[in-house]
């Protein structure tokens, strides 16, 4: 009965939301008058809405008709209760005198024991633990009800002799799926709110286990917002035993925004590869096309974040999100001595080397000419051009400064000597060519011919265009 009264004040409280939170003398004396209504449905209604707008002109009127009304004991006590009645400790204390004429009154609607367990949730809540051995003969009476298990972590924190019992009855009932669901995740929120990482491994089991969807949910959440050190293993593990498909997408959603590496990112790719469902499929592709990595943490440090960076290129390269060696070890080294500037306190060499980095990773992606045989794949350009922006968003910002010509062209003769070096320039000769027109460049730059030294730079440039078209 108890369950079927609060399923309907549930439905009437959302039904109502949408009306005003004041009421009219009128509607007040109606609601009044509808309480003691031999309607069942008009009094739920009536009940509803002393709660809703909290009339505690409906005390003297519960308390009037308590004894009269055997079938609504629990309710009116939870009423009373709820509207600040003064004398909700004396009801309980005389449910529990009377509850033998009271099995006998309802004609074995309720049992003795179910009589004082009723009464007992009120009378802990006025720290009255004198009927805490009936509670606990409920609980193992075979037939217990469901306020036996709400009052299990009372017992373990307020009656010590009962505290060990309740403690093993409390994470049995976490694993029983013959309670309803409910119970058994009320029951591991206890064990939580009690115990911390003690009550872990029902928690995992649950999220393994349980039968009901909803539960095992609610278990992953818990372990997620937790950051249990398995979970990220867990997931991989039971996101291919999960029945429901819309928790399946979560789980995947979860190894990207939550921990979003490489490799989480990779497992999701792969899974989705054989997801069960089109719809499942469908989502995943969405969540990867606009996936970001997550920002690290404020607690992170500036070195840990580069070296994260450091990890997660070795990562997309074993992937083949970027390539080829040269490549990869150019932009090893701009990291490596953005790496050693901070070291040294330079943070904005640091800067300029990470925002070099960015600007190399971002500049090949957009190739489309496909010039050289570097690469990276939109996977990879995620990761390196995001996390990159994630290290220059701590650092300090680059000055807008115009770079000068001199360091320009010594540059440029840097870079075309790294790609003979990286052979991806031709024989010695032309590059020899080359190498002759930056010097003649960079020397009539110093003797301040600037017509000359464009005119060098213009047939450097002739020239490479002109072997790339051949």
Same mark, same amino acid.
């Given at each position: 009965?108890? *369950?079927?009264? /609060?399923? %309907?004040?549930? @439905?009437?409280?959302?039904?109502? !939301?949408?009306?005003?939170?004041?009421?009219?003398? $009128?509607?007040?004396?109606?609601?009044?008058?509808?309480?003691?209504?031999?309607?069942?449905?008009?009094?739920?209604?009536?009940?509803?809405?002393?709660?809703?707008?909290?009339?505690?002109?409906?005390?003297?009127?519960?308390?009037?008709?308590?004894?009269?009304?055997?079938?609504?004991?629990?309710?009116?006590?939870?009423?009373?209760?709820?509207?600040?009645?003064?004398?909700?400790?004396?009801?309980?204390?005389?449910?529990?005198?009377?509850?033998?004429?009271?099995?006998?009154?309802?004609?074995?609607?309720?049992?003795?024991?179910?009589?004082?367990?009723?009464?007992?949730?009120?009378?802990?809540?006025?720290?009255?633990?004198? *009927?805490?051995? /009936?509670? %606990?003969?409920? @609980?193992?009476?075979?037939?217990? !009800?469901?306020?036996?298990?709400?009052?299990?972590? $009372?017992?373990?924190?307020?009656?010590?002799?009962?505290?060990?019992?309740?403690?093993?009855?409390?994470?049995?009932?976490?694993?029983?799926?013959?309670?309803?669901?409910?119970?058994?995740?009320?029951?591991?929120?206890?064990?939580?709110?009690?115990?911390?990482?003690?009550?872990?491994?029902?928690?995992?089991?649950?999220?393994?286990?349980?039968?009901?969807?909803?539960?095992?949910?609610?278990?992953?959440?818990?372990?997620?917002?937790?950051?249990?050190?398995?979970?990220?293993?867990?997931?991989?593990?039971?996101?291919?035993?999960?029945?429901?498909?819309?928790?399946?997408?979560?789980?995947?959603?979860?190894?990207?925004?939550?921990?979003?590496?490489?490799?989480?990112?990779?497992?999701?790719?792969?899974?989705?590869?054989?997801?069960?469902?089109?719809?499942?499929?469908?989502?995943?592709?969405?969540?990867?096309?606009?996936?970001?990595?997550?920002?690290?943490?404020?607690?992170?440090?500036?070195?840990?974040?580069?070296?994260?960076?450091?990890?997660?290129?070795?990562?997309?390269?074993?992937?083949?999100?970027?390539?080829?060696?040269?490549?990869?070890?150019?932009?090893?080294?701009?990291?490596?001595?953005?790496?050693?500037?901070?070291?040294?306190?330079?943070?904005?060499?640091?800067?300029?080397?990470?925002?070099?980095?960015?600007?190399?990773?971002?500049?090949?992606?957009?190739?489309?000419?496909?010039?050289?045989?570097?690469?990276?794949?939109?996977?990879?350009?995620?990761?390196?051009?995001?996390?990159?922006?994630?290290?220059?968003?701590?650092?300090?910002?680059?000055?807008?400064?115009?770079?000068?010509?001199?360091?320009?062209?010594?540059?440029?003769?840097?870079?075309?000597?790294?790609?003979?070096?990286?052979?991806?320039?031709?024989?010695?000769?032309?590059?020899?060519?080359?190498?002759?027109?930056?010097?003649?460049?960079?020397?009539?730059?110093?003797?301040?011919?600037?017509?000359?030294?464009?005119?060098?730079?213009?047939?450097?440039?002739?020239?490479?265009?002109?072997?790339?078209?051949?």
């Amino acid at each position: 009965m108890k *369950t079927i009264f /609060i399923l %309907f004040v549930n @439905i009437f409280l959302l039904y109502n !939301v949408c009306f005003s939170q004041t009421i009219t003398p $009128e509607e007040k004396q109606q609601i009044l008058e509808d309480l003691t209504n031999s309607e069942l449905w008009i009094r739920w209604q009536a009940y509803n809405k002393v709660a809703q707008y909290h009339i505690t002109e409906a005390i003297p009127i519960l308390e009037n008709i308590f004894w009269k009304k055997l079938s609504l004991l629990s309710q009116n006590l939870d009423m009373l209760y709820g509207l600040g009645s003064p004398n909700v400790y004396s009801y309980a204390r005389a449910l529990v005198d009377s509850a033998e004429s009271i099995v006998s009154s309802t004609k074995g609607s309720y049992t003795r024991v179910e009589v004082i367990v009723m009464a007992s949730e009120y009378l802990f809540k006025f720290g009255d633990y004198s *009927t805490a051995p /009936i509670v %606990f003969q409920g @609980i193992r009476s075979g037939n217990p !009800v469901e306020a036996d298990y709400r009052l299990l972590k $009372e017992l373990i924190l307020h009656v010590p002799e009962y505290a060990d019992s309740a403690q093993i009855e409390l994470r049995r009932v976490t694993r029983d799926t013959l309670l309803p669901a409910i119970i058994r995740r009320n029951a591991i929120r206890d064990l939580l709110e009690l115990y911390g990482e003690g009550a872990y491994p029902e928690l995992i089991y649950m999220f393994k286990n349980d039968k009901e969807s909803i539960n095992r949910y609610i278990a992953f959440e818990e372990l997620i917002n937790r950051n249990h050190p398995q979970v990220r293993e867990l997931i991989k593990e039971q996101i291919y035993f999960e029945p429901a498909w819309v928790y399946r997408i979560a789980f995947a959603d979860s190894l990207m925004s939550h921990y979003g590496t490489p490799e989480d990112y990779k497992f999701v790719q792969n899974y989705m590869a054989n997801a069960q469902t089109e719809k499942e499929k469908d989502h995943i592709r969405r969540s990867m096309r606009d996936f970001k990595p997550p920002s690290p943490l404020p607690t992170k440090s500036l070195l840990e974040i580069i070296d994260n960076l450091i990890t997660q290129q070795q990562q997309i390269a074993g992937y083949n999100w970027i390539g080829d060696q040269n490549f990869i070890a150019e932009l090893g080294s701009y990291v490596s001595e953005a790496r050693s500037s901070l070291v040294r306190g330079d943070s904005l060499t640091c800067a300029r080397q990470i925002k070099t980095f960015q600007q190399t990773i971002d500049t090949e992606y957009k190739d489309t000419l496909n010039t050289t045989s570097a690469f990276v794949t939109n996977e990879g350009w995620k990761f390196l051009y995001y996390n990159a922006q994630y290290i220059l968003d701590r650092l300090p910002q680059i000055p807008s400064e115009q770079i000068p010509v001199s360091a320009l062209l010594d540059t440029l003769l840097a870079r075309l000597k790294w790609c003979y070096d990286s052979k991806q320039l031709g024989e010695r000769r032309f590059y020899a060519e080359l190498e002759d027109h930056l010097k003649d460049a960079i020397k009539k730059y110093q003797r301040q011919d600037t017509i000359g030294t464009a005119q060098e730079i213009e047939e450097f440039f002739n020239k490479l265009r002109w072997e790339y078209q051949r």
